[in-house]
């Protein structure tokens, strides 16, 4: 599984634990993938995944009954429509439209540059400018990107900035040795600090602690980028 | 409840068209404001869209002023597909966004794919960055999420999805039939010969029935969609 869809998987985790919606889950070998996988659930072979509705089946035996939705975004979207009352979306269309500029933004300006920092095709400072840019839309002081409740926005973002502390400490990915490092002491000087005090909080959630295991997030980049263990 | 909506917009931009056919087919009444974007009032910028100064930009509620006088008290929305989901919160009886959540989905798939898929390659081929092989693979792609014979791309009423891509293909419908483009010559109207193949039929039926509406013909002015796109390609590559 590459380093990226581990992101895009982590996403629909922390929504579903942040919304407490009851689920299954099934985890996909992507080297190795089951062939009833590509035939019963995504043709394209891809995950995350939800298959919804049907008949209440073991996981690894998918029902042509239940509907299938893939790609991250549309698949937090669709549990914002199912969970109306769990606030990953707000009511209000205006909230609604700057939660949806986050999510946009943080694909646009965050997770592009930092995946080709991380592949060692581009240096940081495209990460940097997009951290500059999601921290001019955070407010001050408060515990989620948007208004006053956890939204897809924060699940969209998180796995990014989780991804983001471990790379910085340890230094793993394809960028010149040290230069992982390097970024984390840029980001200690006060121009990011409302950006890393939002990153704190997040980090600090029980739904993060929950779904997230710092040990093998961290043996899963050593086995991604094998040239940086010493 | 009728707060008053304006689009700012600029008129080649295909992103600012998503949002006039939405707008047209869900019957909306708005105010449009024309920006020249080479040459961006300063209030554009300060009092609309502070975040990138881009278009489109909507203003949504506060008082009725005058587009080139933006109320601080207006909501305002950026980003073509941020806006195409608020006008369908705005409006949620228009069906730009079916009510139920997997149609919702579905739609929101085709949106995505037709990013993702079908504009950037489109985009790349017409600036010569790569050969269309992409985009006859997108144009593949999204073939395969249509319905046979629907009207629209998904469901029985048009969408922020058929809305999103649109503009794509009426662009498309250019390249193939002039060879504009940074391509080299001839390349443009190979591609269309590609298209007429019975391999595509299912998409240039769609594409047909989309340019073929009253909305598109209002909002898309082809002559001038072609004269721009011969500023931006004089030099064709060899």
Same mark, same amino acid.
């Given at each position: 599984?590459?380093?990226?869809?581990?992101?895009?998987?982590?996403?629909?985790?922390?929504?579903?634990?942040?919304?407490?919606?009851?689920?299954?889950?099934?985890?996909?070998?992507?080297?190795?993938?089951?062939?009833?996988?590509?035939?019963?659930?995504?043709?394209?072979?891809?995950?995350?995944?939800?298959?919804?509705?049907?008949?209440?089946?073991?996981?690894?035996?998918?029902?042509?009954?239940?509907?299938?939705?893939?790609?991250?975004?549309?698949?937090?979207?669709?549990?914002?429509?199912?969970?109306?009352?769990?606030?990953?979306?707000? =009511?209000?269309?205006?909230?609604?439209?700057?939660?949806? &500029?986050? +999510?946009?933004?943080? %694909?646009?300006?965050? #997770? @592009?540059?930092?995946?080709?920092?991380?592949?060692?095709?581009?240096?940081?400072?495209?990460?940097?400018?997009?951290?500059?840019?999601?921290?001019?839309?955070?407010?001050?002081?408060?515990?989620?990107?948007?208004?006053?409740?956890?939204?897809?926005?924060?699940?969209?973002?998180?796995?990014?900035?989780?991804?983001? =502390?471990?790379?910085?400490?340890?230094?793993?990915?394809? &960028?010149? +040795?040290?230069?992982? %490092?390097?970024?984390? #002491? @840029?980001?200690?000087?006060?121009?990011?600090?409302?950006?890393?005090?939002?990153?704190?909080?997040?980090?600090?959630?029980?739904?993060?602690?929950?779904?997230?295991?710092?040990?093998?997030?961290?043996?899963?980049?050593?086995?991604?980028?094998?040239?940086?263990?010493? | 409840?009728?707060?008053?909506?304006?689009?700012?917009?600029?008129?080649?931009?295909?992103?600012?068209?998503?949002?006039?056919?939405?707008?047209?087919?869900?019957?909306?009444?708005?105010?449009?404001?024309?920006?020249?974007?080479?040459?961006?009032?300063?209030?554009?910028?300060?009092?609309?869209?502070?975040?990138?100064?881009?278009?489109?930009?909507?203003?949504?509620?506060?008082?009725?002023?005058?587009?080139?006088?933006?109320?601080?008290?207006?909501?305002?929305?950026?980003?073509?597909?941020?806006?195409?989901?608020?006008?369908?919160?705005?409006?949620?009886?228009?069906?730009?966004?079916?009510?139920?959540?997997?149609?919702?989905?579905?739609?929101?798939?085709?949106?995505?794919?037709?990013?993702?898929?079908?504009?950037?390659?489109?985009?790349?081929?017409?600036?010569?960055?790569?050969?269309?092989?992409?985009?006859?693979?997108?144009?593949?792609?999204?073939?395969?999420?249509?319905?046979?014979?629907?009207?629209?791309?998904?469901?029985?009423?048009?969408?922020?999805?058929?809305?999103?891509?649109?503009?794509?293909?009426?662009?498309?419908?250019?390249?193939?039939?002039?060879?504009?483009?940074?391509?080299?010559?001839?390349?443009?109207?190979?591609?269309?010969?590609?298209?007429?193949?019975?391999?595509?039929?299912?998409?240039?039926?769609?594409?047909?029935?989309?340019?073929?509406?009253?909305?598109?013909?209002?909002?898309?002015?082809?002559?001038?969609?072609?004269?721009?796109?011969?500023?931006?390609?004089?030099?064709?590559?060899?």
């Amino acid at each position: 599984m590459s380093e990226q869809l581990t992101l895009y998987l982590y996403k629909i985790e922390l929504a579903l634990a942040e919304a407490n919606a009851p689920y299954k889950a099934c985890q996909v070998d992507l080297f190795n993938k089951p062939e009833w996988f590509a035939t019963k659930v995504n043709p394209v072979g891809k995950v995350p995944v939800v298959t919804y509705g049907g008949p209440n089946v073991d996981p690894d035996d998918p029902s042509p009954l239940s509907v299938k939705i893939a790609e991250s975004n549309v698949i937090l979207e669709f549990l914002a429509d199912l969970y109306p009352d769990s606030g990953l979306l707000p =009511k209000d269309p205006v909230l609604r439209a700057k939660v949806r &500029f986050f +999510v946009n933004a943080t %694909n646009k300006h965050f #997770e @592009e540059p930092w995946c080709a920092f991380v592949y060692g095709r581009e240096p940081y400072d495209n990460v940097l400018k997009g951290i500059e840019f999601i921290q001019g839309l955070l407010e001050e002081g408060r515990d989620f990107a948007v208004g006053d409740h956890y939204t897809i926005a924060d699940a969209c973002i998180s796995p990014l900035l989780v991804r983001l =502390k471990i790379v910085t400490e340890t230094d793993l990915g394809k &960028f010149p +040795v040290g230069m992982g %490092n390097q970024l984390g #002491e @840029e980001l200690k000087g006060p121009k990011y600090a409302k950006f890393v005090k939002y990153v704190q909080r997040i980090l600090e959630r029980p739904s993060l602690k929950q779904t997230h295991d710092k040990e093998s997030e961290i043996t899963f980049l050593k086995t991604i980028f094998p040239e940086r263990v010493r | 409840m009728s707060e008053q909506l304006t689009l700012y917009l600029y008129k080649n931009s295909p992103y600012c068209e998503k949002i006039e056919l939405a707008l047209a087919e869900a019957n909306v009444p708005y105010k449009a404001y024309q920006i020249d974007i080479w040459n961006k009032p300063e209030w554009f910028a300060t009092n609309v869209n502070p975040v990138s100064g881009k278009v489109p930009v909507v203003t949504y509620g506060g008082p009725n002023v005058d587009p080139d006088d933006p109320s601080p008290l207006s909501a305002k929305v950026a980003e073509s597909n941020v806006i195409l989901e608020f006008l369908a919160d705005v409006y949620p009886d228009s069906g730009l966004l079916p009510k139920d959540p997997v149609l919702r989905a579905k739609v929101r798939f085709f949106v995505n794919a037709a990013t993702k898929h079908l504009e950037e390659p489109c985009y790349a081929f017409v600036q010569w960055r790569e050969p269309y092989d992409n985009a006859l693979k997108g144009i593949e792609f999204i073939q395969g999420l249509l319905e046979e014979d629907g009207d629209f791309a998904v469901g029985d009423h048009y969408t922020i999805a058929d809305a999103s891509i649109s503009p794509l293909l009426a662009r498309l419908k250019i390249v193939i039939e002039t060879d504009i483009g940074k391509f080299p010559v001839g390349m443009g109207y190979k591609l269309g010969e590609e298209l007429k193949g019975p391999k595509y039929a299912k998409f240039m039926k769609y594409v047909q029935r989309i340019l073929e509406r009253p909305s598109l013909k209002k909002t898309h002015d082809e002559e001038s969609a072609i004269a721009f796109f011969k500023t931006i390609f004089t030099e064709r590559a060899q």
